[in-house]
Structure formats: C-alpha cells, structure tokens
C-alpha cells in the first residue's frame, strides 16, 4: 500500500483490524495495533476484533423453508437464546450451531495440520487471536448488534476453553479496576487531606463540600463491580446501575408494593419475589443445619428465609430490616412477637457495630440487601463477619451479581471468592436449578428482571481453617 495508512479512528483501519481478527493474522495485527484500537467496531454487526475471531468458528445450519425464516426472524440474546412470540426465551437451534469442533469431531472436515483452517489447528489460532488482542487491550464484555459479548458468542458455540478464556479476561478486569479504584479513592482522601492542610495554613476554610462529593461518588451507584470502560460508540452490558439508578436512599424513601408473589418498590423495580423460596430454603438448610442455633438476618424483604430459620426454633433470632414499610409489614405480620425474635430497626452500618460491641455471636448469618453496591457488601464481609460468627459458624448471601447474562455471572462469581479468600474464608458453591422465569412470565409488570440464568450458584461460607 502506498502512502501512510489513515488516522486511527477511521472506519478502513477499523475494516483492516476487523479482518485481521477475522484471518487470525497476528503480524497484521500487531502492525495495525500500533496506531489503531482492538477495540473497534464494525457498524453493521457490532463485532469488535474479539467477536471476529470467534465467529470464524460458526457454520450456518443447513437452511430450511421454515428454518430459514425462523433463523433470520429471531433475535440473538445472551448465551445463545432467541426471544419468540411466546415472549420466552429457547435455544436458537434445537442442538446449537455446528462449530469447528463439532465438524472435527463428527468427521464432517478434512484435518488440515499444516494448513490450519478449517481443522482443530483452527482453534489454536482463534486461541492466539483472542489472547493477543486481550494483552492489546481488547474489552471482554462489549456487545455487538445481536446482544452477545465475545464470550457469549463462545458459549453458543460450544467453544468451552475461548469462553473461559474471556472469563478469566473478566476476572483480570474487574479485580484490577476495583483495586484502581480503592487506589483512587485513597489518593482521593489524600489530596483533599493536603488542600485542607494547605487551606488551614492560609487562613482559608476546609473546603468540606469537595471532600463529601468525592467520597459520595466513590460509593454511590448498584453493583458498580459490574461497571467497567467501554469504547466510545460501543454497546454496553446493561446493568442493574444502568436499568434503575436505585440507590439506598431513594429505596428507603420509596414506597412499597407487597404481594403474595413480589415485593416491588414504587420503579416497579423487584426487591423479591417468590420464586427464589426454593433458594432461600436450601440456603436456611445449609447455614441453620441444626436447630437451637443463633441466626442473624439481614434484610428481611418478604421474610421468605426468616420463615426457614424459624423452622429451625433457633435460640435467637436476630433481624436487621432498613425500610420503613417492611418494618410496618413485619409488625402486622406479628414478627416482633415470635419468640426469640429480636428486629432492629435501622441500617445493617449503624446496627452491626452495637451488635459486635456488645459481644454477640452468631452460628448463622444471611446477607441480601437490596439498593446496594458491592463495596457495601464488601465491607460487610471484610470488616464485620470475623466478629459477629462464632467458630464453626457458617455465613452466605444472595448471590445475584451480573445474574442477567452468564459470563458476568461466571466473572463476578470468581471475584467474589477471591476477595472472600483474601478475607480470610473459605466458600462452597452449590447449584440450584432455577425454573424458566420467562415461561411462566414472572417478569410482567416488573421494570428490573433481575435473574435470566438457569441456574443458581449458592454460597457457604465458613473461615479458612
């Protein structure tokens, strides 16, 4: 080519880098790299580099007069699923796309070695693809035009080891920029500590307004471990900040709507609703596995699992509710008068340092706060759990972080048993089955479908040894 390529932003170099990732060619990439972005897009699928170099592994089915039109009719969503008319979610393909791997397997393709496309030599190069343009600053979780991260166009595809591999780029991710941001956040309270300093010095008043509204947004926000950086243009995942904009005070405000099926705040937004009783059940189970125990609860909600632990005739009974209307419900509902029951009225923030002053003791804790973000629940386990349970207790909470889409749930899963065994303890997973919520249209009506998942993965936590 002569004469010099153009600027980095142009839609050609993108086209250029898009094909590359498409071919598994990493000397062009790396040449195209050193001006341009692995994070592009093309503007009629949305595929970044990423998405390009895993969709060279998909064959379209063999087309049908009635396939045909159905393939082309649905619409991707997460993991390989299609909407339909019966507004529930199916496979797109009874069995799923063949892929490389299947046609390499069912002896459908000749295995080229030496050649490398189409055989499993293919795959290799996928693989150096990917993990070349993720160490070339690739964003593991934009979406392109059919709603589907690079690691869900692997999931459906069947190609197990590139969607770990995107997993793992998640957990980097995530893990890094919530270290950044504690750093950030101290560096933050340093430099006011010094603009205060020099202020005093001066004769001036601390400037106290700038120092609230950085720590504020520091902390404000839901699930802010589910947000990261995306290219300017990009599709972006949303999230449970990005769908309501809840935050605890507004929720503590807001007006409440009980039902026998949900507890819906005034958004319509879910706090609870019924069908997780199977999961509150086998978590009571697991952490209250005996009875006579000492059980603390926090955030009653619609007392699904306060109603398990009772089953239990635990000795005490402990229960931290925040909102105003759920403490008016539990009163009707004669909580207050169930013996050794005692419910404190108030933040877990303000009610959890008197509990750990006064010495007291728990076999069993349940965490699940709604309107929270998860430095919250961070610090919870990170500062209070080594002194509110007792040896050989056990602790959990409502793992429901990233449950929209299964990579996020995968990714935010291994964060957190990271950051649970840097704590100090030690957590086993167990996996609950969890019905179709979109076949029996538990969603009608409700702004925020918090869970789209098959399945569940339940915590058990205890300390490390």
Known sequence: ????????????????????????????????????????????????????????????????????????????????????????????????????????????????????????????????????????????????????????????LGLNHLYEIMVDAGVRAEMLLSRLDGYELLQDVDDENDE????????????????????????????????????????????????????????????????????????????????????????AELLAPDRGLRVLNIGHGMGIIDGFFQEKLPSTHHIIEAHPAVLEHMKKEKWVEKVGVTVHEGKWQDVVPQLIEEGTLFDAIYFDTFAEDYKNFHKFFEDNVVSLLDDGGRWGFFNGLGADRQICYDVYTKVVEIDLLEAGYDVEWE??????????????????????LPMYRLPVCTFIG
């Open 431 to 452: 996996t609950i089955a969890v019905p179709d919520l979109d076949r029996t249209r538990q969603w009608e009506g409700i702004k925020r479908p918090y869970w789209r």
């Open 196 to 283: 205060e300093q020099q202020e005093q010095e001066e004769g001036l008043e601390p400037n106290v307004q700038s120092t609230e509204s950085n720590l504020s947004a520091n902390s404000a926000g839901l699930n802010q471990i589910t947000e990261i950086e995306h290219n300017e243009g990009a599709q972006e995942i949303p999230t449970e900040a990005t769908l309501t904009d809840v935050n605890t005070e507004d929720y503590l405000r807001s007006d409440l709507t009980f039902t026998s099926e949900s507890l819906l705040d005034e958004e319509k937004n879910g706090v609870m609703m019924a069908w997780e009783t199977g999961i509150m059940r086998r978590t």
């Open 1 to 156: 080519m002569n004469g010099s390529l153009p600027g980095p932003d142009s839609e050609l170099e993108a086209q250029l880098i898009l094909l590359a990732a498409s071919n598994h060619n990493l000397e062009a990439l790396r040449s195209l790299l050193r001006t341009g972005s692995a994070n592009v897009q093309d503007l009629d699928t949305g595929y970044t580099p990423l998405h390009s170099a895993i969709a060279t592994c998909e064959v379209p089915p063999p087309l049908s007069p009635a396939g045909s039109s159905r393939a082309l009719e649905n619409t991707l969503q997460p993991n390989g699923y299609a909407a339909n008319g019966d507004d529930h979610m199916e496979r797109v393909y009874e069995n799923g796309p063949e892929t490389t791997a299947d046609r390499a397997s069912n002896g459908n393709m000749a295995i080229d070695a030496e050649k490398g496309y189409g055989s499993l030599s293919e795959l290799e190069a996928v693989e150096k693809t990917v993990r070349f343009l993720l160490q070339n600053g690739a964003i593991w979780n934009d979406l392109d035009k059919n709603n589907e991260t690079p690691g869900c166009l692997a999931k459906r």
